[in-house]
């Protein structure tokens, strides 16, 4: 690797080995070399600590399935110089995916708005709301698979993996509201998603070789015994229990400054989790509504999580009739 400009770490996403890789790797290369970590949950800024040269380091989050994700993240640390930033972009551009440029904070931009829906999910299932009927009216509202689908996608041992980084790092808003959460039960009965063929659902190879999906009462049983029976939600509410968590925590992103405008925002939702591009990603969505009616919505449900509450600078924008776009 010595004549490498640019080098990509992804290893395992543990602090410990990553802090003992890069400045193992940083010593093999030209001090003009840039470093990159595809981390999806771990602080560049802590990262960069263990670098002779931090300002030649930033993050560079994949997401998968890679080949199907245009988005990649470029996380900038404290040290991060212009010049590292500028190159990954443009390495990223000629990758042919979509780079966005986000401030490092826990779970970076779209894993946090991420998390703050599945947060919301878990709420609602230990409420005792039916996974099945979330999936499908989120489904037909434009999602491409449901969230609970979605967390069997991406692995229940990796949603497992990243709570305690949401929890611990912004435990304001990012709280357990039940002893255990459906997901950790689903943890802890070791269905670890479609990559051990159980979790929310069973999974079986299709025609095709590629893991079709099917009910499992295991796991209706599992989840009925915690929560009690499942029962039906009305749509508008399943809709604006995942949608406004996810719009309220974009919001305190774009206050913070670890995003720099709505239409990045935007455009990292369609290229990174495939938010429905009809709908033009959750800040167009905000508007579409009105701020006054969003801030009105979440105040519904501030009583059940933080991760509803408006901020203050929200809802004065929307007393002036303001606009995020």
């Known amino acids: 690797i010595a004549k490498c400009d640019m080098l990509v770490e992804a290893v395992v996403e543990l602090e410990a080995v990553k802090k003992q890789v890069l400045p193992a790797v940083e010593s093999q290369l030209a001090a003009s070399a840039v ?35 245009p988005l990649v993240e470029i996380i900038r640390g404290k040290k991060t110089s212009d010049a590292t930033v500028a190159a990954v972009c443009a390495y990223a551009l000629g990758l042919g995916k979509k780079p966005i440029v986000v401030n490092d904070c826990p779970g970076f931009l779209v894993n946090r708005v991420l998390f703050a829906m ?22 037909s509202w434009g999602l491409p698979m449901g969230p609970a689908y979605l967390m069997d996608v991406i692995g229940i041992d990796t949603i497992n993996h990243c709570y305690p ?28 998603g479609q990559k051990n063929g159980l979790a929310y659902y069973r999974y079986e190879l299709n025609e095709k ?42 919001i305190h992103c774009l206050e913070e400054g670890v995003v720099a405008s709505p239409a990045e925002a935007d455009m990292s939702l369609i ?45 004065a924008m929307a007393a002036n009739g303001g606009t995020l776009y």
């Open 35 to 69: 470093i990159t970590s595809n981390t999806s949950t771990i602080s560049i800024t802590r990262l960069a600590e263990s670098l002779e040269r931090p300002e030649n380091f930033c993050g560079m989050h994949f997401f998968n399935p890679v080949h199907a994700m």
């Open 271 to 315: 290229y990174g989790v495939g938010f429905p591009a009809f709908r033009g990603g959750i800040c167009r969505w905000m508007d579409e509504i009105g701020l006054q009616e969003v801030c009105e919505r979440a105040d519904k449900y501030t009583s059940i999580s933080e991760l509803y509450r408006p901020t203050e600078k929200l809802r």
């Open 165 to 192: 980084v949401m929890i611990d790092g912004l435990p304001e808003r990012f709280k357990k509201t039940a002893d255990v959460w459906p997901t950790e039960a689903i943890f802890n009965a070791e269905r670890l």
């Open 118 to 139: 599945l947060f919301g999910l878990e709420m609602m299932l230990a409420e005792g709301a039916d996974f099945q009927q979330v999936d499908k009216v989120m489904e």
């Open 209 to 250: 070789g590629k893991p079709g999906k099917a009910v499992d009462p295991d796991v209706i049983a599992m989840l009925a015994n915690l929560y009690g029976e499942a029962n039906a939600v009305d749509a508008d509410e399943i809709v604006d229990r995942l949608m406004i968590a996810m719009a309220m925590e974009m």
